[in-house]
């Protein structure tokens, strides 16, 4: 994946939107669902529960299926790079300590997979206006540039590929 500059305000209004769908969606269709479904298997004791969360999985199934058709669609582009964008960062930060071991021993591929991590985190954490932690981002970004001078070595964040992680 590559990191790709994204209108911040066009990101929040297309998310907003497509959050506000998933809401109505969810509520109306499972009400809707759960309706028709009473109405043609009626239960004598009065209790319907199970029709009521039949009707609440069945729409957020088909929810989730409306989701990965449109997910290429234009108006979904910065929501689905942003979605994408986090299941990398959720992929290297399972494997962080084992990159920050093998970055402390000079691998190029750790160095690199640690510093798409932090380029991306500073761009979500800027989308987001989640600026609490970007010190200590900063921080660990130092951290790193330092141990790339030590070793040499010149960090790209456009090098970076998932097939990195697969030594670690």
């Known amino acids: 994946m590559q ?13 907003n939107i497509v959050i506000l769908f998933c809401i109505v969606f969810l509520t109306i269709g499972s009400l809707v669902a759960a309706q028709i479904l009473i109405m043609f298997f009626p239960s004598e004791s009065g209790t319907h529960f199970h029709w009521n969360l039949i009707g609440v ?16 669609h234009v108006f979904m582009t910065e929501v689905t790079y942003v979605w994408e964008l986090k299941q990398v960062l959720n992929q290297i ?11 402390e021993n000079g691998c190029s591929d750790a160095m690199t997979a640690i510093h798409f991590s932090y380029a991306g985190s500073r761009q979500l954490w800027l989308l ?36 990195m992680l697969n030594g670690f």
Do not use: W
Not at 93 to 103: D, N, Y
Not at 144 to 156: G, P
């Open 3 to 15: 990191l790709k500059e994204i209108n911040k305000q066009k990101y929040r209004r297309h998310l």
């Open 93 to 103: 930060s399972r494997k962080m300590t084992k990159l920050k071991v093998g970055a």
């Open 57 to 72: 999985i069945s729409c957020a199934l088909s929810l989730l299926l409306l989701l990965v058709k449109f997910k290429t």
């Open 128 to 163: 987001d206006d989640n600026t609490l932690n970007m010190n200590s981002l900063v921080r660990q970004q130092e951290a790193l540039e330092a141990l790339a001078v030590r070793y040499d070595l010149t960090l790209d964040v456009n090098a970076y590929h998932s097939d």
